[in-house]
Nanobody, 121 residues
Framework: VQLVETGGGLVQAGGSLRLSCAAS????????RGWFRQAPGKERVFVAA????????YYADSVKGRFTISRDNAKNRVYLQMNSLKPEDTAVYYC???????????????WGQGTRVTVSS
């Protein structure tokens, strides 16, 4: 089972990026999916989550209104559209999969290796 994130990179403040997380080895259509991020020297924190059906989404206050999580179960993928990026969004972004739509890291069983996002001022 593997989760692979792509789409990270360097962007100027105010710009946009779209992260994608592809799953292989099993289908995650019945799993909740989440995005977390870890800035240098800080803990990994919750960014966004989406229920297995896509009907419910949750966001950290720091990204609400700027980021959008979505999923395509037919493609076994989850996405994170990031708009109006700020330097404080700079971090390694990780996707995850778990049995419930929660904000806690411990609620997720599967993790990707991360993709780096750097926002310059």
């Amino acid at each position: 089972v593997q989760l692979v994130e792509t789409g990270g990179g360097l962007v100027q403040a105010g710009g946009s990026l779209r992260l994608s997380c592809a799953a292989s080895g099993r289908t995650f259509s019945s799993y909740a999916r989440g995005w977390f991020r870890q800035a240098p020297g800080k803990e990994r924190v919750f960014v966004a989550a989406i229920s297995f059906s896509g009907g419910s989404t949750y966001y950290a206050d720091s990204v609400k209104g700027r980021f959008t999580i979505s999923r395509d179960n037919a493609k076994n993928r989850v996405y994170l559209q990031m708009n109006s990026l700020k330097p404080e969004d700079t971090a390694v972004y990780y996707c995850a999969a778990g049995p419930a739509t929660v904000v806690a890291r411990t609620g997720y069983d599967y993790w990707g290796q991360g993709t780096r996002v750097t926002v310059s001022s």
